[in-house]
């Protein structure tokens, strides 16, 4: 693959405007993300807004721990929607920390003795392999560096690459957080949205392989947009066909599947 086919993003500048036990405060754009709880981590709510129209979407969250099990109930527009159970308090801005720690300390283990191989998915030279946390586009074939923010355009999808300094900010949210923070990126309040919900969602690994060995956030997403059924709250919303951060794929509705 010709590496000029690399093209710089000009994404959103993130500003953490608050980063505490009970709150997490993120401008990410023009979208503002509040998360709020009590300091019993049992209520919280989440607002989504637009500064410029105003738009804003409420979430909110009832968490109960049993023996190390966390039950959280997700409430929208006032009706429970969905039931999540982690091993983790989604609202502790250190669990993402701590996971992504003791993930990579596995993985430089590993580099010890890499192996890793390239191939090729959608177009693009991917990388996997002893070292390598999850499959990605291969940093050595193209001219994008760790610290910028780029994306690499393959047949049907965009391969996005979120520069270690942003990524490294997402990560240090508490986890619901960081969640609508990555969405963001993708779709303003309609994909914080969606994102609000990916540590419930993909459960107690996402934390975990949410960076690369790099430190950096990848995510794909398709070229062509259509109503997709989604497990989130409103549930069918005009959105790209493909989407997958990290090791997940959260929909495929064009049955790319995955790398």
């Not at 036990?21 to 919280?44: R, V």
Request: with cysteine.
């Amino acid at each position: 693959m010709d590496k000029s086919q690399v093209i710089m993003e000009d994404v959103p500048e993130i500003e953490v405007i608050e980063n505490t036990w009970t709150s997490n405060i993120i401008q990410i754009g023009d979208t503002l993300i509040s998360l709020k709880s009590n300091s019993q981590h049992t209520e919280a709510v989440m607002e989504i807004k637009d500064i410029n129209s105003n738009e804003r979407t409420i979430i909110n969250y009832e968490i109960s721990n049993i023996s190390g099990k966390y039950t959280t109930n997700v409430y929208y527009d006032g009706e429970l929607y969905n039931t999540y159970v982690t091993d983790y308090d989604p609202l502790d801005p250190e669990v993402t920390e701590k996971l992504l720690s003791t993930n990579t300390k596995n993985v430089f283990d590993e580099q010890a003795t890499p192996m890793s191989t390239s191939y090729s998915w959608d177009g693009v030279s991917f990388v996997k392999g002893s070292g390598i946390k999850y499959p990605h586009p291969d940093y050595d074939a193209y001219t994008g560096e760790v610290w910028q923010n780029f994306y690499i355009p393959g047949n049907e999808l965009k391969h996005h690459h979120i520069s270690d300094t942003k990524s490294n900010t997402i990560a240090n949210l508490a986890p619901i957080a960081a969640g609508a923070a990555i969405g963001a990126y993708m779709g303003q309040v309609a994909g914080a949205v969606l994102g609000a919900a990916l540590g419930l969602i993909l459960g107690n690994a996402v934390c975990s392989v949410l960076l690369d060995e790099e430190g950096c956030i990848w995510y794909w997403d398709s070229y062509q947009w259509n109503r997709i059924i989604i497990p989130v709250a409103p549930y069918i919303m005009n959105l790209p066909e493909y989407y997958r951060i990290s090791a997940y794929t959260l929909w495929d509705a064009a049955s790319i599947g995955n790398p």
